[in-house]
């Protein structure tokens, strides 16, 4: 416990600041720092606070009710990458001109698309709604089912490699035979 004056003069003599940690505390808390390095930390800190912060975007996918079975794969190509980024992703069935006298038949078919992608590893956040001339559902990724696709192209990466070098070392091998049969 030292005096106001007494700190004062040790935080002038080290070059310091007197930062005031608990003015209510009887007697008053002070700490020597530097002040300029202690501001200059903490925004480092909430930087890197920020960057671990994963933003989530919402990605729209837009289908019609007469949708083709290459377009509709294509559609989920990009669904399946959107969700492995960590994506939501709002799916639209949009209906013009006639096709609004088949909306039933519409959200079957959107349904069925719904269906698709959650088996390509999403989860329904908001089920299907009419809003005007569209069917709108938004999807967020499953991460256990996402973590569980990752693991599996490891392992197959693993043995694709562990069969690439099997196959190097066997045909090392007969070049080896092959190299004495010809001396």
């Known amino acids: 416990m030292v005096s106001f004056a007494e700190a ?7 070059g310091l600041d007197l930062v005031e940690v608990s003015p209510n505390a009887k007697p008053p808390v002070i700490k020597l720092i530097d002040y300029g390095r202690f501001k200059y930390d903490q925004q480092k800190r909430a930087n890197e606070q920020k960057k671990k912060t994963a933003a989530v ?16 794969g294509t559609k989920l190509t990009r669904a399946t ?19 609004m006298a088949y909306r039933e ?11 698709m992608v959650v088996k390509l590893g999403a989860i329904v956040e908001s089920a299907p709604k009419s809003m005007g001339n569209r069917f709108i559902c938004i ?13 599996d192209q490891k392992r197959l990466e693993k043995l694709e490699a562990l069969e690439a070098a099997e196959a190097g070392e066997t045909s090392e091998a007969t070049a080896g035979v092959e190299n004495q049969a010809d001396s």
């Open 8 to 14: 004062r003069r040790i935080a002038d003599d080290q």
């Open 57 to 72: 975007q919402l990605k729209e996918i837009q289908f019609r009710p007469n949708i083709e079975a290459g377009d509709l």
């Open 81 to 99: 990458k959107f969700l492995e980024q960590g994506d939501k992703i709002k799916m639209v069935m949009q209906f013009r001109g006639r096709e």
């Open 105 to 115: 038949a519409g959200m079957e078919k959107f349904k069925g698309i719904i269906e």
């Open 139 to 151: 999807m967020a990724p499953d991460k256990k089912v996402l973590n569980q696709k990752a693991k």
